[in-house]
């Protein structure tokens, strides 16, 4: 009961701190996705640069994120960002190049080389092919990286609380410091929520750019 009320006597702090949360996951992602998309795509021409790219991808993920946050500070200390938004971001980006490279690079070697032979038939060159046959059959898979990478990144950034990027992670960092168990918990309730109904939307999401059939496939990663 003490929970609910403090909840409620901070509501407007829950939302604009959770708003917060998911901005800095977004964009995270989202440059993420934007690097990591091509990557898987051109990965698939050579199979010892894919698995070094995986390989890297991998160790990065292994790093304890307080600890990539400490390597971050002094090295973007040197531009005047030592803490605060850019290592936050910096640090979920490389969070998040593992799984959607991985997927992207998985679901473009997957497609079904009957496809490949029937658009190289038609005349299509593999640009053409890339873009218009792959890339649509892909982007179910591709779109459960970025799930996997979104819903494991909201963690991780409320760790970022301690290094001043905000979000939701606020919380927990005060309740820790203040040994306030009310802050503590309702952080950590605030993330789990916010990672539930993140991957329930996104994986909503992903089966309706799912083709029927493929429903499986989709569901690596």
């Known amino acids: 009961m003490e929970l609910l009320q403090y909840a409620l ?5 829950l939302g604009s701190r959770t708003l917060e949360h998911i901005a800095l996951v977004g964009v995270a992602v989202g440059i993420a996705t934007l690097t990591g998309v091509p990557i898987g795509i051109a990965i698939t021409k050579n199979e010892n640069v894919a698995k070094s790219v995986l390989y890297v991808a991998s160790i990065i993920v ?9 390597i971050m500070i002094p090295i973007l200390s040197i531009f005047g960002q030592g803490i605060g938004y850019v290592p936050a971001v910096l640090a979920v980006l490389l969070y998040s190049q593992l799984p959607i490279i991985r997927n992207t690079y998985t679901a473009i070697n997957n497609v079904n080389p009957a496809l490949r032979e029937a658009a190289r038939g038609l005349g299509m060159s593999s640009n053409q092919r890339l873009r218009m046959v792959e890339i649509p059959l892909a982007v179910p898979v591709i779109m459960a990286g970025v799930r996997t990478a979104v819903v494991l990144n909201i963690g991780v950034m409320a760790i970022a609380a301690y290094i001043g990027a905000g979000g939701l992670g606020t919380f927990i960092s005060r309740g820790i410091s203040q040994s306030d168990p009310r802050q503590l918990i ?36």
């Open 9 to 13: 006597d901070n509501i407007e702090l």
């Open 62 to 70: 292994t790093i304890p994120s307080i600890a990539l946050f400490g």
């Open 186 to 221: 309702v952080g950590s309730i605030a993330v789990s929520l916010l990672a539930i109904v993140v991957d329930f939307s996104l994986l909503a999401l992903q089966k309706r750019l799912t083709p029927k059939g493929m429903e499986r496939d989709a569901s690596a990663g």
